[in-house]
C-alpha cells in the first residue's frame, strides 16, 4: 500500500479469474461504488489500482471483488514471485484434454476404429474433459451470466455441456448406447428425434482446444511484470559501504542516506549519490542510451546501476530505494503498463452478438415446435441442435492455430510476437517512434574519421594514439585502441598514466604521446593547428567525438570517434514509410548528433536531448494528437516508453528491461526486422478474422437446418470437419511469409 495524497492511500490488487475486458469493467464498477474508492482494473495487466481512503483496511477492497465472482490478493515481494497457480492450473487441464480428446475425435471422425462399445469409451474420456478440464469455461460462464453477460466462455459453456448432456442422453435413454452402434456418412436431411446421435468429439475437442488458446494467452499476459523484475536486477546487489574508517561488503538494500561507498573500475554504482573523492568515466548507456561516457568527478551526481569504466570512486551516498533514479524509472513502466488500453478479445466481440442471437433462436425453436404440435423430443431435439451447432471445432482454432502458425513463423525471422491483443494495434499504428543509440545505430564507439596534420600520416596518428589508448579501459580508448589494431600490431607502452578525466598520455617507442581533448593540450601550453580546429567543429557539428594526438610539443591530429549507423537502418525506414508509417528520431543524445543521423536515413521528425521520463512524456504528447504510436528500442532509458507505445518493439541485442516492456521482440539487430514484425502481425490478425468468419459462417448457415429439425449428425459433423480443415489450412498459408532481409 503507498500513500498518493493527504487522507488517501493506493492499494495495488492481482486480478484472478477474469476472461474478457468486460470482467474488469464489471470489477471496476463494483468497486467504484464504494464510499470514497475510485479503482481503475486493468485486464491486459490482471491488476486493479484502488484509491481508498487512509485507514481503509484492503480486505474490504479483496471481499468486494470476491463477491462479484473474482479473486484478489496483495502483489508479492518481486523476489517473491513464482509461477503463478491459475496458470499452472490451467496447464494441468490443457495436459489432460489433449490426452483425452485426441482418442474421442479420432473415433467420431473415422468410423473403421469404431469397435463396439467404443461410444461408452468416448463417454469415460470425455466427461472429465467437459466436467474437470472445461471447468473455468463453466465458471466463467455462470458468474457473467449472474450479472446479465455474455462472453465466450458462455458460448463455450453452453455449448459443450449441450452437447455433452444429449450425448449421455442418447447413450442411456435412446438408441445410442447399443452395443454395435457407429456413426455411418449420409447426406440426406431428415427429422429425427436425435436420440441415436452422440456429439462427444464437439464437447471435448471444443474444450480442448479453447483452453489451450487460453494458456498460452494467460502464459503472455503474466509477463508482463517481468520488465519491472528486471529493471530491479540492474542494480548492484552488494557495496562496499565506509562506516568507521572501515571497508566492509554489505547488501545493498542495507545502504542509508549519507553512507559513502567504493566504486572501483567495472563494478556498479550501488545508489544515486555524489562522488566525494576520485575521477573516472561512468557508462550510462544502460539508463539514458548514450553511448559516450560521462566524465564525473568531485562534486559530480552519479545514478545507481551505471558502470564505474575507469577509477576509483568514492560516493556519498544521496537517494536509496524507491527514491532513486532506478525505482522512479521502474514506476514508469508500471504506469505505463497500467494505462494501456485495456484489449478485448475479437471472438468476444463477436459472441457478445452471436451468444444471445443463438440462445434466442434456440428458445424460439423450443416454443415453436411446441406450439406446431410436435413431441417433446423433437422440440428438444431442435432446440439442442441449435445450441450444438452454434459451438464449432473451428472456433477453437481459429484464433491459436494462426497464432502458432503467425508466431512460430515469426520466431523463424527473428520476430516474437508475446500475445494476440499485439496484432490488433499493428493494424492501427500510424506512427514509429525509433530510439537512436542501438536501434538506428550500432549503439558502439567506433572511429569515423583520422584528421593529421599537413606533415603527418593518418596511419601514423592511428597508431600511436592507438597504442596508448589500449592501455585504458574507457569506451573510447577500445575503439581507437581496436582501429588501430585493424591496422597492423600496436606497439609497447611505457608510462603510461591517466590525466584527470581529460586524457591519457604514455611512452610509444621513446616519444611521450598525449591523446585526449583539447583543454588537456591547453593546459599543456600546446597549440592546436587551425585546420585541425576547423575539423573538430565539423565533427561535433554532426555529434560526434573529436580526440586530439599531439607528441613532440605539437598537435599532430584528431580521431573522430563516432556511433556508427547501421548500415540497413536508411532501407528500414524506407519500408517503414512504405507501411503507411511515420517515422519519428527519439534520443537522449545531442541535437546534433540527432539530426545527422536522421537526415542520413530519412527521418524529418526529431526530438532530442530528452530524459528517460521525457520519452514516456513525449510518446504520450503525439498519442494526444490522435496518432496510434509504436515505439522501436533498445535500453532500460526506453523501457517505459515501449510500455506506453500502443505497440513496444525491442531490439534483442538491447537490455532484458526494454525487451519484456515490450509487445514485439527484434531478435536481430536488423531494424528492418521492425517493417517485417508489423507486417506479419497485421498478416496474422487478417488470418485470424477470415478465420473466425469461417468458423461462425459453417454454423449459421446450419442454424436453420438445426432449428427445422433437418440437422443430420453426419452433416453437421461433416460442417465442422470442413470448417477446421478450412481453418488449419488458412492458418498454415502464413508459413509462406517471407522476410525483406537477403538472408533471411
Given at each position: 500500500m503507498?500513500t498518493?495524497?493527504?487522507?488517501?492511500?493506493?492499494?495495488e490488487l492481482?486480478i484472478?479469474?477474469?476472461?474478457?475486458a468486460?470482467?474488469?469493467?464489471?470489477?471496476?464498477?463494483?468497486?467504484?461504488r464504494?464510499?470514497?474508492?475510485?479503482?481503475?482494473?486493468?485486464?491486459a495487466?490482471?491488476?486493479?489500482?484502488?484509491?481508498?481512503?487512509?485507514?481503509?483496511?484492503?480486505?474490504t477492497?479483496i471481499?468486494?471483488?470476491?463477491?462479484?465472482?473474482y479473486t484478489?490478493i496483495?502483489?508479492?515481494?518481486?523476489?517473491?514471485?513464482?509461477?503463478?497457480?491459475?496458470?499452472?492450473?490451467?496447464?494441468?487441464?490443457?495436459?489432460?484434454?489433449v490426452?483425452?480428446?485426441l482418442?474421442?475425435?479420432?473415433?467420431?471422425?473415422?468410423?473403421?476404429?469404431?469397435?463396439p462399445?467404443?461410444?461408452?469409451?468416448?463417454?469415460?474420456?470425455a466427461?472429465?474433459v467437459?466436467?474437470?478440464?472445461?471447468?473455468?469455461?463453466?465458471?466463467?460462464?455462470?458468474?457473467?451470466?449472474?450479472h446479465?453477460?455474455?462472453t465466450?466462455?458462455t458460448?463455450?459453456?453452453?455449448?459443450?455441456?449441450?452437447?455433452?448432456l444429449?450425448?449421455v442422453?442418447?447413450?442411456?435413454?435412446?438408441t445410442?448406447?447399443?452395443?454395435?452402434?457407429?456413426?455411418?456418412?449420409?447426406w440426406?436431411?431428415?427429422?429425427?428425434?436425435?436420440?441415436?446421435?452422440?456429439y462427444?468429439?464437439v464437447?471435448?475437442?471444443v474444450?480442448?482446444?479453447?483452453?489451450?488458446?487460453?494458456?498460452f494467452?494467460?502464459?503472455?499476459?503474466?509477463?508482463?511484470?517481468?520488465a519491472l523484475?528486471?529493471?530491479?536486477?540492474?542494480?548492484?546487489?552488494?557495496v562496499?559501504?565506509?562506516?568507521?574508517?572501515?571497508?566492509t561488503?554489505?547488501?545493498t538494500?542495507?545502504l542509508?542516506?549519507?553512507?559513502?561507498f567504493?566504486?572501483?573500475?567495472?563494478?556498479?554504482?550501488?545508489?544515486?549519490?555524489v562522488?566525494?573523492s576520485?575521477?573516472?568515466?561512468?557508462?550510462?548507456?544502460?539508463?539514458?542510451?548514450?553511448?559516450?561516457?560521462v566524465?564525473?568527478?568531485?562534486g559530480?551526481?552519479?545514478?545507481?546501476?551505471?558502470?564505474?569504466?575507469?577509477?576509483?570512486l568514492?560516493?556519498?551516498?544521496?537517494?536509496?530505494?524507491?527514491?532513486?533514479?532506478?525505482?522512479?524509472?521502474?514506476?514508469?513502466?508500471?504506469?505505463a503498463q497500467?494505462?494501456?488500453?485495456?484489449?478485448?478479445?475479437?471472438?468476444?466481440?463477436?459472441?457478445?452478438v452471436?451468444?444471445?442471437?443463438?440462445?434466442?433462436?434456440?428458445?424460439?425453436?423450443?416454443?415453436?415446435?411446441l406450439l406446431?404440435g410436435?413431441?417433446?423430443?423433437?422440440?428438444?431435439t431442435?432446440a439442442v441442435?441449435?445450441?450444438?451447432?452454434?459451438c464449432?471445432?473451428?472456433?477453437?482454432?481459429?484464433?491459436?492455430?494462426?497464432?502458432l502458425?503467425?508466431?512460430?513463423?515469426?520466431?523463424?525471422?527473428?520476430?516474437l510476437?508475446?500475445?494476440?491483443?499485439v496484432?490488433?494495434?499493428?493494424?492501427?499504428?500510424?506512427t514509429?517512434?525509433?530510439?537512436?543509440?542501438?536501434?538506428v545505430?550500432?549503439?558502439?564507439?567506433?572511429?569515423?574519421?583520422?584528421?593529421?596534420?599537413?606533415d603527418?600520416s593518418?596511419?601514423?596518428v592511428?597508431?600511436?594514439?592507438?597504442?596508448?589508448?589500449?592501455?585504458s579501459?574507457h569506451?573510447?580508448?577500445?575503439a581507437?585502441?581496436?582501429?588501430?589494431?585493424?591496422?597492423?600490431?600496436?606497439?609497447?607502452v611505457s608510462?603510461?598514466?591517466t590525466?584527470?578525466?581529460?586524457?591519457?598520455?604514455?611512452?610509444?617507442?621513446g616519444?611521450?604521446?598525449?591523446v585526449?581533448?583539447?583543454?588537456?593540450?591547453d593546459g599543456?601550453?600546446?597549440?592546436p593547428?587551425a585546420?585541425?580546429?576547423?575539423?573538430?567543429k565539423?565533427?561535433?557539428?554532426?555529434g560526434?567525438t573529436?580526440?586530439?594526438?599531439?607528441w613532440e610539443?605539437?598537435?599532430r591530429?584528431i580521431v573522430?570517434?563516432?556511433?556508427?549507423?547501421k548500415?540497413t537502418s536508411?532501407?528500414?525506414?524506407a519500408q517503414?514509410r512504405?507501411?503507411?508509417l511515420?517515422?519519428?528520431?527519439?534520443?537522449?543524445d545531442?541535437?546534433?548528433a540527432?539530426?545527422?543521423?536522421?537526415?542520413?536515413?530519412g527521418?524529418e521528425?526529431?526530438?532530442?536531448?530528452?530524459?528517460?521520463?521525457?520519452?514516456?512524456?513525449?510518446?504520450?504528447?503525439?498519442?494526444?494528437?490522435g496518432r496510434?504510436?509504436a515505439?522501436?528500442?533498445?535500453?532500460v532509458?526506453?523501457?517505459?516508453?515501449?510500455?506506453?507505445?500502443?505497440l513496444?518493439?525491442?531490439?534483442?541485442?538491447?537490455?532484458?528491461?526494454?525487451?519484456?516492456?515490450?509487445d514485439?521482440t527484434?531478435?536481430?539487430?536488423?531494424?528492418?526486422?521492425a517493417?517485417?514484425?508489423?507486417?506479419?502481425?497485421?498478416?496474422t490478425?487478417a488470418t485470424?478474422?477470415?478465420?473466425?468468419?469461417?468458423?461462425?459462417?459453417?454454423?449459421?448457415?446450419?442454424?436453420p437446418?438445426?432449428?427445422l429439425?433437418l440437422?443430420n449428425?453426419m452433416?453437421a459433423?461433416a460442417?465442422?470437419a470442413f470448417?477446421?480443415?478450412?481453418?488449419?489450412?488458412?492458418s498454415?498459408?502464413?508459413?509462406?511469409?517471407?522476410?525483406?532481409?537477403?538472408?533471411?
Amino acid at each position: 500500500m503507498t500513500t498518493t495524497d493527504p487522507g488517501r492511500e493506493r492499494i495495488e490488487l492481482e486480478i484472478g479469474g477474469m476472461t474478457c475486458a468486460s470482467c474488469a469493467m464489471r470489477i471496476e464498477k463494483k468497486l467504484n461504488r464504494l464510499d470514497g474508492v475510485s479503482a481503475t482494473v486493468n485486464y491486459a495487466t490482471e491488476r486493479a489500482t484502488v484509491s481508498v481512503p487512509a485507514g481503509l483496511d484492503p480486505d474490504t477492497v479483496i471481499a468486494e471483488v470476491e463477491r462479484t465472482g473474482y479473486t484478489a490478493i496483495l502483489p508479492a515481494p518481486q523476489e517473491d514471485v513464482g509461477e503463478d497457480p491459475e496458470l499452472r492450473s490451467l496447464r494441468r487441464r490443457l495436459i489432460v484434454a489433449v490426452a483425452l480428446s485426441l482418442p474421442v475425435i479420432v473415433l467420431a471422425m473415422v468410423p473403421a476404429l469404431q469397435f463396439p462399445g467404443w461410444q461408452w469409451f468416448s463417454l469415460a474420456l470425455a466427461t472429465p474433459v467437459v466436467a474437470w478440464a472445461g471447468w473455468p469455461f463453466h465458471r466463467a460462464a455462470a458468474v457473467n451470466l449472474r450479472h446479465g453477460a455474455t462472453t465466450m466462455d458462455t458460448l463455450i459453456s453452453m455449448g459443450t455441456l449441450a452437447a455433452f448432456l444429449w450425448s449421455v442422453y442418447a447413450l442411456f435413454f435412446g438408441t445410442a448406447g447399443m452395443i454395435g452402434m457407429t456413426h455411418g456418412f449420409t447426406w440426406t436431411l431428415e427429422r429425427g428425434d436425435g436420440s441415436g446421435n452422440i456429439y462427444l468429439e464437439v464437447a471435448a475437442g471444443v474444450t480442448m482446444f479453447v483452453l489451450a488458446g487460453r494458456y498460452f494467452e494467460k502464459r503472455a499476459k503474466r509477463r508482463a511484470g517481468a520488465a519491472l523484475r528486471a529493471l530491479l536486477e540492474l542494480g548492484a546487489k552488494e557495496v562496499a559501504v565506509r562506516r568507521g574508517g572501515v571497508e566492509t561488503r554489505i547488501p545493498t538494500a542495507q545502504l542509508r542516506v549519507g553512507d559513502e561507498f567504493v566504486v572501483r573500475p567495472g563494478e556498479k554504482v550501488a545508489t544515486d549519490g555524489v562522488v566525494v573523492s576520485g575521477t573516472s568515466a561512468i557508462d550510462q548507456s544502460l539508463l539514458t542510451g548514450e553511448p559516450v561516457p560521462v566524465e564525473v568527478t568531485v562534486g559530480d551526481a552519479v545514478t545507481g546501476a551505471t558502470i564505474n569504466a575507469g577509477g576509483r570512486l568514492i560516493i556519498r551516498a544521496t537517494r536509496i530505494g524507491a527514491d532513486t533514479q532506478l525505482a522512479q524509472m521502474a514506476q514508469l513502466v508500471e504506469r505505463a503498463q497500467e494505462g494501456k488500453a485495456e484489449v478485448q478479445r475479437l471472438a468476444d466481440r463477436i459472441s457478445a452478438v452471436f451468444v444471445p442471437v443463438v440462445i434466442g433462436i434456440a428458445a424460439a425453436t423450443l416454443a415453436g415446435w411446441l406450439l406446431t404440435g410436435a413431441s417433446a423430443a423433437a422440440a428438444f431435439t431442435a432446440a439442442v441442435a441449435v445450441l450444438i451447432i452454434a459451438c464449432p471445432c473451428a472456433l477453437g482454432l481459429a484464433t491459436p492455430t494462426a497464432l502458432l502458425v503467425g508466431t512460430g513463423r515469426g520466431a523463424q525471422l527473428g520476430i516474437l510476437i508475446k500475445g494476440p491483443e499485439v496484432l490488433e494495434s499493428t493494424r492501427r499504428v500510424d506512427t514509429v517512434v525509433l530510439d537512436k543509440t542501438g536501434t538506428v545505430t550500432t549503439g558502439r564507439m567506433t572511429v569515423a574519421e583520422v584528421v593529421p596534420s599537413a606533415d603527418e600520416s593518418a596511419d601514423d596518428v592511428l597508431r600511436r594514439a592507438g597504442a596508448v589508448e589500449d592501455a585504458s579501459e574507457h569506451p573510447i580508448a577500445r575503439a581507437v585502441a581496436l582501429a588501430a589494431s585493424e591496422k597492423g600490431t600496436l606497439s609497447e607502452v611505457s608510462d603510461f598514466r591517466t590525466l584527470a578525466g581529460r586524457g591519457v598520455e604514455g611512452n610509444v617507442a621513446g616519444t611521450t604521446v598525449i591523446v585526449g581533448r583539447s583543454t588537456l593540450l591547453d593546459g599543456l601550453g600546446i597549440a592546436p593547428d587551425a585546420a585541425l580546429v576547423a575539423a573538430q567543429k565539423r565533427a561535433e557539428a554532426r555529434g560526434q567525438t573529436a580526440i586530439w594526438v599531439a607528441w613532440e610539443g605539437r598537435a599532430r591530429g584528431i580521431v573522430v570517434v563516432a556511433d556508427a549507423l547501421k548500415p540497413t537502418s536508411a532501407d528500414a525506414v524506407a519500408q517503414l514509410r512504405a507501411l503507411g508509417l511515420t517515422p519519428v528520431l527519439l534520443t537522449g543524445d545531442n541535437a546534433a548528433a540527432a539530426r545527422h543521423i536522421a537526415d542520413r536515413v530519412g527521418i524529418e521528425r526529431v526530438i532530442a536531448e530528452v530524459l528517460p521520463a521525457d520519452k514516456v512524456a513525449e510518446v504520450a504528447r503525439l498519442q494526444s494528437e490522435g496518432r496510434v504510436v509504436a515505439m522501436v528500442g533498445d535500453g532500460v532509458n526506453d523501457a517505459a516508453a515501449l510500455a506506453q507505445a500502443d505497440l513496444g518493439m525491442a531490439m534483442g541485442t538491447g537490455t532484458d528491461v526494454a525487451i519484456e516492456a515490450a509487445d514485439i521482440t527484434l531478435v536481430r539487430g536488423d531494424l528492418r526486422v521492425a517493417a517485417d514484425a508489423v507486417r506479419l502481425a497485421r498478416r496474422t490478425l487478417a488470418t485470424i478474422k477470415v478465420n473466425l468468419f469461417w468458423a461462425f459462417a459453417y454454423n449459421v448457415a446450419a442454424l436453420p437446418l438445426a432449428a427445422l429439425g433437418l440437422l443430420n449428425p453426419m452433416i453437421a459433423g461433416a460442417a465442422m470437419a470442413f470448417s477446421s480443415v478450412f481453418v488449419v489450412g488458412n492458418s498454415l498459408r502464413l508459413r509462406r511469409f517471407r522476410s525483406s532481409l537477403p538472408t533471411a
